[in-house]
């Protein structure tokens, strides 16, 4: 009997496989102690406490682009959606409109961004490469021409309420943490707890199998993209909340693709139906690692850039290996 016990230990001992996100977090453990060895001033409460503001942020925008991928798609005008909603915001608090339907008016507008694209993805059928990347440019191009001309918007004065979600709250903890936490618990639930986050799954895993089995797929295309663009605005706002200002060149950055490099390293599959928050948070704890020892260490924009594209090119490289392509994958133009 002892020995029947001891081989079926050894038998789930053998099958126990981990995930790529538990891989990433190990990596994570591994990097963050070597940094701390050979890099002075990184492990200092005032650069811990800068890593979690920064990483926050950009945690809260994979969390978005995740719901996309998840569903088989791409958002690559989510910064652009972000910024210019956030602008258009700020610009009308400036001219006197109470905070909150300005705010109010800001999200609905990054939300019906998103539900245009996914109504051209999922309806019109083009490719959701070109959908997002020809949207953000509309986006950002009539905000400039009709709303921002001069790229940046100043919040002004008498709005420190604002200024508080960028602050800290008692006993140091950036208020951007709180909200990233906030933010991921409310998504884990929404996916795992609910009919319409299975639904997500179903529908990157298969889409033509959840058309047949009754899904209205088109409507769902459209949530994910809401979903993308909306989660996208919470970011905004607080980058608006740390600053004072939005800056609209930061949609023609290279932070999409930052965001995307969180989603694909931790797990979450460009072939869809694969990944979860914690995918996301690995990804995510892993980037702003490396990005502040960077920082730390003084490298150039190039050398940075260089890193990140081939950090990027391996993650694509390793979920391509892991999860091989179909011809509905290839349809969604990724």
Known sequence: MSSEIAAGGQQQRARY???QAII????TVLLFVVLSAALPGFVTLGNLFT???NISILGILALGMAVVVIGRGIDLSQIATLACSAAIAVTLINSGWPAFPAIGLGLVLSIAIGAANGFLVSVVEIPALFTTLASGLLVLGVTRALVVPHYQVFLQPGH???LKLGGTVAGGLPVPVIAFAICALALHLFLSRTVLGRFIYAHGDNAQAARLSGMATRPLTMLEYA???????VGGVIMVGSTSLM?????????IFDVILVVVLGGVSLVGGRGNVVSVIAGTVLIGVLLNAMTIMN??????DMIKGGVLLLAIALDSYIHPRDEETAKQGD
């Open 299 to 304: 490298l150039d924009i190039q050398t940075q």
């Open 51 to 53: 890593l979690a503001r």
């Open 24 to 27: 990433v977090l190990g990596v």
């Open 247 to 255: 800056h609209l060149q930061v949609a023609e950055s290279t932070m």
């Open 227 to 233: 979903i993308c663009s909306g989660i996208g605005y």
């Open 160 to 162: 420190d309420w604002l």
């Open 17 to 19: 496989k981990p995930s």
